[in-house]
């Protein structure tokens, strides 16, 4: 079985940066592709970032595109996500996910695992 744990998430000012990471564990955890998703009360769960079991291909939303940052360290199990020059709109709670198979990376029901969530908080 793998699990997902965020860490990272807190309370920032607009224009300023945190960063995210999730840690892996299990038997696929260093190999699987990973993204990050993010969901605010009321709304849907939106994806943010994707990154493949290699590092080499990234997606973005067009939200997040040129301030945040999908990278992994597969001997570490982990994943992160640099954020940087936030915005209000950018807060919600920032959820982990991995997948062993294929699919659209964008949509939440293409990943098989998830992790608690981590709350990101932006103030004007």
């Known amino acids: 079985q793998v699990q997902l744990v965020e860490s990272g998430g807190g309370l920032v000012q607009a224009g300023g940066s945190l960063r995210l990471s999730c840690a892996a564990s299990?038997?696929?955890?260093?190999?699987?592709?990973m993204g990050w998703f993010r969901q605010a009360p009321g709304k849907e769960r939106e994806f943010v970032a994707a990154i493949n079991w290699s590092g080499s291909v990234r997606d973005y939303a067009d939200s997040v595109k040129g301030r945040f940052t999908i990278s992994r360290d597969n001997a570490k199990n982990t994943m992160y996500l640099q954020m940087n020059s936030l915005k209000p709109e950018d807060t919600a709670v920032y959820y982990c996910?991995?997948?062993?198979?294929?699919?659209?990376?964008?949509?939440?029901?293409?990943?098989?695992?998830w992790g608690q969530g981590t709350q990101v908080t932006v103030s004007s």
């Open positions: 996910a991995g997948r062993d198979g294929a699919g659209n990376r964008r949509a939440p029901a293409a990943y098989d695992y």
């Open positions: 299990g038997r696929t955890g260093s190999s699987y592709a």
